[in-house]
């Protein structure tokens, strides 16, 4: 299936993009399409083990099961003051 990725802030400047398509397995979830990200190594094992994500513009579980054609936003911690 095929899963697009949208990277905010941090993310983006961490990874050099704000966006990509990525192919997964049925039946992966949140918690392993992380995993397998941070596997490539280089800058993608900067992202953390468990980032705040949402799917289809809605914040979710890291059990979330995929599913073809999914939007998932990658978004960093806030600071502010």
Known sequence: MRI?????ASYRELLGT???TVTLPEGTDVTALV???RGR???FAGLPPYPVVAVN???T????VLENGDVV???PPV???
């Not at 697009?4 to 905010?8: D, I, M, S, T, V």
């Not at 579980?61 to 979330?64: E, H, P, S």
């Open 35 to 37: 995993a397998e990200l």
């Open 41 to 43: 190594g280089g800058a």
């Open 57 to 59: 513009e809605e914040y």
């Open 18 to 20: 704000g966006d990509m």
């Open 4 to 8: 697009r990725l949208l990277f905010f």
């Open 73 to 75: 936003a990658f978004i």
């Open 79 to 81: 600071a502010g003051g």
């Open 61 to 64: 579980a890291d059990d979330r």
